[in-house]
């Protein structure tokens, strides 16, 4: 019976990323407010889920990950259903709140019960397989509805968010069906929801070499939010993408990375360890820095590489957590690591919305571009800088 978590996986992968609105999203919120608007709501958005994520994490491992994933889906339900409802910027911050507690349900619980159902058949060693597909097909649905959305937003602008609420009814319906892991599972109580939580954080730095993994992930992962959530919008903006044109370059995009999610098992075997994460950290950050320089087709080509490498990183981070992670603590953890790692656009997100009308939003990123790589050298500063850097911190 446990068999069937994985093709539901997939099924539920497709569910939450029927994303209609994802090339007309900045058009339908600027019918309610401005680019500072925008701003807010993109830092309330991050802030709700930056605050659910230890919690529902937790909830996750201790209630379970069926229960978890069903009310996700209820939630994003109930969320889409309010933003297509909107007559004022207040719905669409009540919708967004509510979405994101949803999300951050999904986010961790998703990854946590493919490994477990994979463990529970002593097929861990496939997880970066599984996961690599999820991850295609949630680039693939969006870039699909993307497209489809955009001709919705013509007929009438509500129409997109009305198709979201329908895929998301039917993850919930999906969810229902999945099998609970048995391995390591807990009762839940008040003082193991506290200990949970706390445990997340402590599987992220138990040890010398976690410690090195995590803070490299997180120097990375930091840009990666910031860019995929505002940056890269603002940018195609700016290089000069319309409506249609950003439709079906976001669209684009999507199939892209889907692509070269699936090359993610391939890499990782030859690029091991911390070495795959400098490599790839510092592809990204050339991808920001030349931004100035970029106009409206090098810059489409330029947001498309940087997803795609995004993509594959994404699929390594949740790789190298759950290798390093216990299976009881494994959804706490990775919902810990998504908190951590959404800091930084809580804090900047309005900041950054408030500069694009000041500044180009090309010069941000090269701006983000030169503090990412500072980040990333700033991991080689205790060590000597000689072989694979995974061998040299498994040495301290």
Sequence with gaps: MIKRNIPLSYLLAFSKTTWFWLGIWIFYYLNFTNYAGVGIIETVMILSFTLSEIPTGALADLLGKKRALILAFFLEAVGSLIMAM????????????????????YSGTIDALVYDSLKEEGKEDIYDKKISHINTI????????????GYMYKIHPTLPFYANTLGYLFGFAVSFFIV????????????SFVKQS????????????????????????????ISGEMLESFLAYDFGFDEIKLSYLTSTIFIVSALASLLTPVLRKTLRGNLFTIIFGLLIALTLLVSPLLGLITGGLTLT???SLGGIFANHTSTAINN?????YRATTLSTFNMLKNIPYVLTAYLIGSMTDAFSPRVISFYL??????????????????????????NR
Excluded: W
């Design 369 to 394: 571009g030169i503090v990412m790589l500072i980040l990333i050298g700033l991991q080689f500063l205790p060590k000597k800088i000689s072989g694979d850097y995974d061998k040299l911190t498994n």
């Design 305 to 307: 590489l940087r997803a």
């Design 138 to 149: 949630s680039l693939i649905v969006p870039a699909l509805c993307g497209i489809i959305g």
């Design 180 to 191: 609970e892991p048995h391995i390591d599972t807990e009762k839940f109580s008040f003082t």
């Design 86 to 105: 909107a007559v004022n910027f207040q719905f669409l911050l009540v919708s967004v709140c509510i979405m994101c507690i949803g999300g951050a349900l």
């Design 324 to 328: 390093t992670t216990q299976s009881k």
């Design 198 to 225: 706390r445990q997340g954080l402590k599987e992220l730095f138990k040890t010398g070499r976690v410690k090195n993994q995590t803070l490299l992930l997180l120097s990375i992962g930091f840009f990666m939010v």
